[in-house]
């Protein structure tokens, strides 16, 4: 019934004004071949809250910027902390499919310079948050899905209400710009699934970050 239903999806959904669901837009397997040499030198790691607590989905990055938090708050700096070298260079094929995504959803011109790369495991979730470190809310963000299907939930300006799911598989792109772009939103806790020897999902967040805003 799964496969049915992903077959049955239209290529370019509009959800809502500025929330563009892309069905199979992008190739994650091909994607994923350059994450082992972004990994190798920048490996996954468990943040932590400014509150102190540890943050349960895994996270790196790859671009001119990468999306740290810790005690001293959430922020870009152009430096890998637990390296103190810069984080590794956004490959080119993503940047390329990202900027393709957006176009699409009707946001031309989108040059994306951080990508936030989330590891999720069966059990993991993402709290609703806004995106709004960027400096810059014009340009879209961008998230590309692989592995494990997922449940994207939206809420809207505020968190109050009932989110709305959104099921996500690899190789799918949620594009939120225009009035989405400030909207709320989260990942609903991932199940295992039997169909996939591979029990995870990670996901590649592109955002255009001002570089005038980033920490350095």
């Known amino acids: 019934m799964d496969d049915l239903f992903q077959q049955a999806r239209p290529p370019v959904e509009k959800l809502s004004e500025g929330l563009v669901l892309l069905a199979d837009f992008a190739d994650a397997?091909?994607?994923?071949?350059?994450?082992?040499?972004i990994t190798d030198r920048s490996p996954f790691r468990h943040m932590q809250t400014p509150g102190g607590k540890p943050i349960a989905v895994a996270v790196?990055?790859?671009g001119a910027v990468g999306w740290v938090s810790d005690r001293r708050g959430y922020r870009y700096q152009p430096l890998d902390p637990e390296t103190g070298r810069p984080w590794p260079a956004m490959p080119a094929p993503w940047a390329r499919v990202a900027a393709a995504a957006a176009e699409v959803?009707?946001?031309?011109g989108f040059a994306p310079n951080a990508c936030l790369i989330n590891r999720y495991r069966p059990g993991?979730?993402?709290?609703a948050h806004q995106?709004?470190?960027?400096?810059d809310f014009d340009p879209?963000?961008?998230?590309?899905?692989?592995?494990?299907?997922a449940e994207f939930l939206?809420?809207?300006?505020?968190?109050?209400?009932?989110?709305?799911?959104?099921?996500?598989?690899?190789?799918d792109v949620i594009v939120m710009g225009g009035p989405a772009r400030l909207h709320y939103h989260g990942v609903k806790r991932l199940k295992p699934s039997n169909d996939s020897a591979d029990q995870q999902r990670i996901s590649l967040t592109f955002r255009e970050v001002d570089l005038n805003h980033a920490w350095q």
């Open 29 to 37: 397997i091909e994607m994923l071949q350059s994450l082992t040499t």
């Open 124 to 127: 993991n979730q993402l709290t």
């Open 105 to 108: 959803a009707g946001f031309r």
């Open 154 to 171: 939206v809420w809207g300006e505020s968190r109050q209400g009932s989110p709305r799911g959104i099921p996500v598989y690899a190789n």
């Open 60 to 62: 790196t990055n790859c």
């Open 140 to 149: 879209p963000v961008v998230t590309v899905s692989t592995g494990l299907p």
């Open 131 to 135: 995106d709004k470190n960027e400096g």
